[in-house]
């Protein structure tokens, strides 16, 4: 069955400071994989996907993530906090044997950025 | 603009007393979904549905009842059989294969 662990539920980093979220998940065929980040009071934007090109991936608001089979993971980085990436953020799985349309999420880490 | 429209933002529901939360996308999207969002405990699935007239129970389906009659609806009753139904609901919508597109919620709180 397919899962997905976030290694920590609350993340504090200084501006300016390095942002590292974890994220490792369980499938048994080659995963889709997504992150997500949520605001207060509102649904969840897509930051980026995986979908078995490019193993770095490049989302918005310069975020990025990289899938590494081998570990059974899909960190999300960014080099540089800002005041304003402070959310929630959300990993996900999806896989062809759910039909392509089921998708499983983590619990989620919440980001706080310290000035 | 394309998207995913969930109303009320805001529910208050007596005791006793089913209601429904609207979710209507305008994407073309085949499929729909309904989650709960508690504090520290993630997204739960509800109900999805991937086709017109035709869903399937999430991990939480009791307790609740939905209908797909039209591809862009896709409404959501909280039924007097949910003891504990205070939470945020969120809806969302896909193609196979692709990321869900989620509206901006509806909170729901017992009077």
């Known amino acids: 069955a397919q899962s997905v662990t976030q290694l920590g539920s609350h993340v504090s980093v200084s501006e300016g400071a390095l942002v590292l979220l974890r994220c490792n998940y369980s499938s048994s065929v080659p995963p889709y994989l997504f992150w997500y980040v949520q605001y207060p009071n509102q649904g969840l934007q897509l930051l980026l996907k995986?979908?078995?090109?490019?193993?770095l991936v490049k989302g918005i608001n310069g975020f990025e993530a990289e899938f590494k089979k081998s570990e059974t993971s899909f960190h999300l980085t960014k080099p540089s906090a800002h005041m304003s990436d402070a959310a929630e953020y959300f990993c996900a799985v999806s896989d062809h044997i759910t039909g392509g349309f089921k998708t499983i999420f983590g619990a989620g880490t919440r980001l706080f950025v310290k000035a | 603009d394309g998207g995913i429209t969930q109303s009320p933002k805001y529910l208050f529901r007596k005791e006793g007393q089913n209601v429904t939360l609207s979710c209507e996308q305008n994407?073309?999207?085949?499929?729909m979904y309904w989650y709960r969002q508690d504090p520290g405990q993630g997204l739960r699935l509800i109900y999805y549905?991937?086709?017109?007239?035709?869903?399937q129970k999430g991990d939480i389906a009791e307790g609740y009842s939905v209908s797909r009659e039209k591809k862009e609806s896709f409404p959501l009753t909280v039924t007097s059989a949910q003891k504990n139904p205070t939470a945020f609901y969120l809806c969302a919508s896909s193609m196979r294969n692709q990321p869900q597109h989620f509206g901006d919620g509806t909170r729901l709180s017992i009077l």
């Open positions: 549905s991937q086709i017109v007239n035709d869903f």
């Open positions: 995986y979908t078995s090109a490019a193993t």
């Open positions: 994407l073309n999207h085949d499929a």
